[in-house]
C-alpha cells in the first residue's frame, strides 16, 4: 500500500515521471504509440509471454492491427495513468492506457477510487522463488537465510515494483517482522540489502557480475532464465511461503483514457479465453485463484 500511496501522489506532476533510458525494451511499439489501436499497461514480468500474446490476440481480432503495449513496474505505470503523461528520453507519452494490468489489487482500487476504472477482475496467478549464482555458494537453503549477515540481497524497489508485496508478506510468513525488519531495513543501512532501481530484471545480472547473493523473482521469470541458460539457480521458498494462495494479476480498463474502447473490451474478453490462459500457462503462470472482491 506504500507504492500505491507514493504513486498516485506523484501524480502532481508529470514531470515526476520518468521512464529510465535502459527501459526502452518495455516499451513495445513505441514508434507507433500515437495511432496503437489498443494500448497495454502491464506489470513488467509479463515481458516474456506478451509477444505470443498480442499474436494470438491478433490472430482472433486482427482488425487491431497496432498494438502498444509497456511492461513495466505496475507502480511505474500507475504514475504515468494518473500524471497523464510520463517523460522517456525527452518525449512526452501521454498516459492514455486502454487497459492496466497489475500484480497488486491495491493499484486498481486505487484507479477506481481516483475515477479512472470501474471494474477490473483476476486472470492470472504466481509464486515466489529465491535465485542464487550457480553452485549457491553462500549455502542458501530458505527465506530467513536472506536475513543472514553474510548475505547480499538483492531487493526488489518497494516503491514501484508489485513482487515486493508478497515478498514482504513471505517474510513476515517465514520470521515475523523482525525478519522483515532485517531485510529491509537494518540490512540495507548495512549495504547488505540492495534495492532494484526499477525492475527486479536486475536481480539475476547482479548474481551473475557478483554483486549479489540471493534475491526473489517470480517463477516465470526464473524458467525464462533458465530456458535461457542462465548460470542462475533457485531455491524453493515452500508451497506455504512461496504467495501462491495469494498472488493474482487483476486487469481492467482505464476508462477515463481510454481511447479505443472496443479494442479494450476485445483483449478483457479474449485475456479469459482458452488461447490466452493456454500462454500463461505456457510460462509458468497459475490460473487465479479467486474472483477480485470489489
Known amino acids: 500500500m506504500v507504492s500505491v500511496v507514493m504513486a498516485v501522489g506523484a501524480a502532481a506532476g508529470a514531470e515526476d515521471v520518468i521512464i529510465p533510458a535502459a ?6 511499439g513505441l514508434d507507433a504509440f500515437d495511432r496503437a ?3 497495454l499497461f502491464v506489470a513488467g514480468n509479463q515481458f516474456l509471454l506478451m509477444p505470443e500474446l498480442v499474436r494470438a490476440f491478433q490472430r482472433q481480432y486482427p ?3 497496432t498494438v502498444f503495449y509497456a511492461t513495466l513496474p505496475p507502480g511505474l505505470l500507475l504514475r504515468w495513468i494518473t500524471a497523464g503523461s510520463a517523460n522517456f528520453r525527452g518525449r512526452r507519452l501521454p498516459g492514455d492506457a486502454d487497459v492496466y ?4 489489487e491495491a493499484h486498481t482500487k486505487a ?3 481516483a475515477g479512472f476504472m470501474k471494474d477490473y477482475f483476476a486472470y492470472a496467478g504466481n509464486r515466489l522463488v529465491i535465485v542464487v549464482s550457480k553452485g549457491n555458494p553462500r549455502g542458501i ?3 530467513r537465510d536472506l536475513g543472514r549477515p553474510d548475505v547480499r540481497v538483492s531487493q526488489t524497489n518497494p516503491v514501484t515494483e508489485g513482487i515486493t508485496e508478497p515478498t514482504l508478506e513471505m517474510y513476515r510468513r517465514a520470521g515475523g517482522d523482525a525478519l522483515m525488519w532485517q531485510i529491509m531495513s537494518l540490512k540495507a543501512a548495512a549495504g547488505t540489502t540492495r534495492f532494484t532501481e526499477v525492475h527486479h530484471r536486475e536481480t539475476p545480472q547482479r548474481l551473475m557480475k557478483g554483486e549479489a547473493d540471493a534475491g526473489n523473482v517470480w517463477i516465470t521469470e526464473y524458467l525464462e532464465y533458465e530456458r535461457n541458460g542462465w548460470p542462475i539457480e533457485k531455491v524453493e521458498p515452500g508451497p506455504e511461503l512461496d504467495m501462491r494462495d495469494r498472488v493474482r494479476y487483476v486487469i481492467g480498463r482505464v476508462d477515463r483514457t ?3 474502447l472496443a479494442s479494450a473490451d476485445k483483449f478483457l474478453e479474449f485475456i479469459k479465453s482458452a488461447p490466452a490462459q493456454a500462454v500463461y500457462a505456457k510460462y509458468g503462470f497459475v490460473p487465479a485463484f ?3 472482491d470489489h
Open 111 to 113: 484507479l477506481q477510487a
Open 63 to 65: 482488425e487491431v492491427r
Open 258 to 260: 481510454a481511447k479505443n
Open 141 to 143: 537453503t530458505s527465506v
Open 101 to 104: 494490468a497489475s500484480i497488486t
Open 23 to 28: 527501459n526502452e525494451k518495455d516499451l513495445h
Open 37 to 39: 489501436d489498443l494500448r
Open 290 to 292: 479467486r474472483p477480485a
